[in-house]
């Protein structure tokens, strides 16, 4: 059964489901940064996953990067699984702009969250209904 890690839980507000991956939005407001995690339980690496499920987790983490580089005017779209703090496969596609507050350095432990306002999540929401595809469904909760 699919447990998410209790440091996700904590750091992010989820969204929603592709047919593998968990959608989550983490909760700072100073960046659109979103994480995937495969709804597959104890695996913590890429090759651990079946070979559908690899394919499906790229397709994914591809899929969204296109569709968030286009949504958020992105300069740069950054793609990674580190995993060294949370050891649950996730991969993190943040959206980077020359003018956001870490740029050009990474934006892990750089500034302080600044967690999302109500607003500011629904309008993110309201975004990507406009460009997540009919294999996406969306979550509905409160933060």
């Known amino acids: 059964m699919f447990i998410l890690d209790s440091q996700l839980e904590r750091d992010t507000l989820p ?35 079946s070979q559908a499920d690899q ?21 740069k779209i950054n793609v990674a699984a580190l995993g060294n703090v949370v050891s649950q496969l996730h991969m993190h596609v943040i959206v980077r702009r020359r003018t956001d507050v870490a740029w050009p350095a990474p934006v892990w432990g750089r500034h302080p969250a600044r ?20 294999n996406f469904s969306f979550v509905e909760a409160a933060i």
């Open 15 to 49: 969204v929603g489901d592709f047919p593998l991956c968990r959608l989550l939005l983490i909760n700072d407001a100073q960046y659109p940064w979103f994480v995937l995690v495969p709804r597959r339980e104890d695996v913590s690496e890429v090759f651990q996953l």
């Open 115 to 134: 967690p999302y306002e109500a607003l500011q999540v629904d309008a993110i929401k309201d975004k990507l209904r406009l460009v997540l595809s009919s």
């Open 55 to 75: 394919q499906a987790l790229w397709a994914e983490t591809a899929f969204l990067a296109e569709a968030l580089k286009d949504t958020f005017a992105a300069d």
